[in-house]
């Protein structure tokens, strides 16, 4: 039976040409973060959060489980659909029944073919993808906090795609057909820069000079008014060259053709350490051959950092072009590798596109980076057997490919972390001892500094010292270690989220009320015998959520050992939740 999921507009399930009545807003608001992280299991606490924002109610738990089932019953095939995790919940899709998966397919083609300087396929492509669209991003829930922050990026994808569209459609010479799209996008968007450039551009290409310039001064109003910011300096060149009647006007002010992709995000800056890793990694990349690397490590050790920091010094040996791909985001990898690679007609077929993008990599010297990876299945046939085509992966956990360089990265040194800190805030510089405390504090992992810098160098009352004292109690360290959406806590729930096995996830609670921990007892405390508790806990290793202290004894990383403290005391609380304090599971799955 076909099924759609649409989240592009009012949250919607058609099955059989019809709407699927979902219920009450708790039920809408539940599938909705479920569609937004769909084949990940979504922790608890995030869908208690999504749900009733900071005051759950004693029931949140047996009430999250009601609205479940009730799902369950409505959705076609939904009991197979929505699956009990031990960490939460998790809704399983078919390929092309999500009509956020198919935006992105269409987007992402289209953006290649921008990118290439062919307008009319860009054109075809991103306006398939915006007819999709039905209106903002789940817009009956706009008004929920807790999907505020899933929705955001969503949404900005949506109004870039269409901008996207403008700059395509300006390529063919359609501008006397834009203006009047144009004017409702800027009216309903007013602080957005780059539509006001389309429009100066459809409106002088149209013979009116008097409204190209005044399009200029209208938007340094409004963003002087609301910001106190000014236009930037690309818009003010556009408006001289308006003022000038520049020639160069008459022609597209699309992008320019380029055959070979560029996809790198800028490295992060300031970047300390990992010299031997970046000379091991670079030595690798340096053969002419197919090779396949994994970064892994426990989260925030800095994998994706130490990935782009290595892609970007590599560039030059791979002139072909450098792929990137944000796994924890993307779906159809294959695909939409083979559609930045310029392919247009991709197969819909899985299998039929690996073969297509193993021909297509066969014979060039392309670096493809993967972040974020879970599963190693779907990467294993994405590599030709030759050729000077390489792959660097991200991981938290080592994964299981053939003929792979594994590179295991821990937390920064004392002496890194310290150049990290003072270089992301040099004010730490002046109270030396008080920034090695916060580098001790952090220990030395790099997402927890980058954090330290931010509310030292944002937080003008944040002084070294003072921040060093308020991370110092072990208990309000993770609450401190916050900013800006960042988060250490969020970023350790979601690798403990990764836990499917109940006795593994036990064992990791258990591990946050030892320094070291052995199996015997493990076993003892969680009632099962040595082999099982030691095959749990080599669970966690492998998922880089605990590390071996000698041959016998298991140890939690400084920062996770914090936060699965917090697992236990909030378990054998007996106070009503409050702000920030979410009911957890006590035992098993979630039904």
């Known amino acids: 039976m076909s099924v759609e999921f649409r989240v592009l507009g009012r949250i919607e399930v058609r099955a059989r040409g019809a709407n699927v009545a979902l219920g009450s807003l708790k039920q809408r608001l539940l599938l909705a973060t479920l569609l937004l992280n769909p084949g990940r299991p979504v922790p608890i606490r995030r869908l208690v959060r999504a749900l009733w924002a900071d005051e759950p109610p004693m029931s949140a738990v047996a009430n999250l489980r009601t609205y479940a089932n009730r799902l369950r019953q409505v959705l076609p095939d939904g009991a197979r659909r929505i699956a009990g995790r031990q960490s939460g919940y998790e809704l399983t899709l078919r390929p092309g029944e999500l009509d956020l998966h198919l935006f992105t397919e269409r987007a992402d083609a289209g953006r ?9 396929a860009a054109a075809r492509y991103l306006g398939e993808a915006l007819s999709t669209c039905r209106g903002a991003v789940l817009e009956d829930l706009a008004g929920s906090d807790a999907l ?53 551009t459809a409106l002088y290409r149209s013979g009116d000079l008097a409204g190209a310039l005044a399009v200029y001064p ?34 597209s002010r699309a992008r320019t053709s380029s055959a070979v992709p560029r996809e790198l ?16 990694l670079q030595a690798l990349f340096a053969q002419d051959s197919p090779t396949t690397a994994v970064i892994h490590g ?35 990898v294959p695909h939409r590798l083979l559609r930045h690679l310029g392919v247009s007609d991709v197969p819909h077929a899985t299998d039929e596109a690996t073969a297509l993008l193993r021909s297509r990599l066969a014979d060039r010297a392309v670096l493809v980076v993967l972040d974020g990876a879970t599963d190693p299945a779907p990467l294993r046939d994405l590599v030709p057997a030759t050729g000077p085509c390489a792959v660097l992966i991200t991981s938290r956990a080592p994964l299981l490919l053939d003929g792979a360089e594994h590179l295991p990265l821990g937390p920064l040194s004392s002496v890194d972390g310290l150049e990290l800190l003072t270089g992301l805030a040099p004010v730490a510089a002046a109270d030396p001892a008080a920034a090695a405390q916060i580098v001790g504090f952090c220990h030395g992992v790099p997402l927890a500094l980058r954090i330290a810098g931010a509310l030292l160098t944002h937080r003008p009352a944040c002084s070294p010292a003072r921040l060093a004292r308020r991370l110092a109690p072990e208990r309000r360290r993770l609450a401190e270690l916050s900013f800006g959406g960042d988060s250490v806590r969020a970023a350790c729930a979601t690798a403990f ?16 009320q030892y320094e070291v921990c052995d ?7 969680l009632r099962t015998d040595v082999l099982e508790a030691e095959a749990a806990l080599d669970q966690l290793v492998d998922l880089g959520l605990a590390e071996w202290a000698d041959d016998d004894t298991y140890r939690l990383p400084g920062l996770l050992r914090l936060f699965a403290a917090e697992l236990v005391t909030s378990q054998n609380t007996t106070r009503p939740p409050m702000a920030g304090r979410w009911p957890v599971l006590r035992n098993g799955t979630a039904p």
């Open 519 to 525: 199996a015997a007892t493990a076993a003892d405390a």
């Open 218 to 251: 209208d938007y340094r109003k409004v963003i002087t008014d609301r910001l106190g910011l000014e236009p930037s300096p690309e818009l003010a060149k556009l408006h001289q060259a308006v003022l000038d009647r520049d020639p160069g006007l008459t022609a």
């Open 148 to 200: 505020a922050a899933s929705i955001a990026p969503v949404e900005e994808l949506r109004l870039t795609v269409t901008e996207d569209h403008f700059d395509a459609r300006l390529g063919l010479g359609e501008h006397r057909e834009l203006i009047t799209p144009l004017r409702e996008f800027v009216a309903e968007h007013p602080l957005r820069e780059r539509p006001r450039a389309h429009l100066v």
């Open 298 to 332: 426990p989260c925030g050790v800095g994998k994706s950092a130490l990935a782009l920091e290595v892609a970007h010094r590599v560039a030059p040996v791979f002139p072909d072009g450098q792929l990137y791909v944000d796994l924890r985001q993307a779906t159809r």
């Open 497 to 512: 989220g990764a836990v499917d096995d109940p006795l593994a996830a036990a064992a990791f609670r258990l591990l946050g």
């Open 112 to 120: 290649a073919a921008l990118n290439r300087g062919d307008h009319a």
């Open 265 to 280: 995000p800028a490295p992060c800056r300031p970047f300390a350490g990992r010299g031997p890793e970046i000379a091991r």
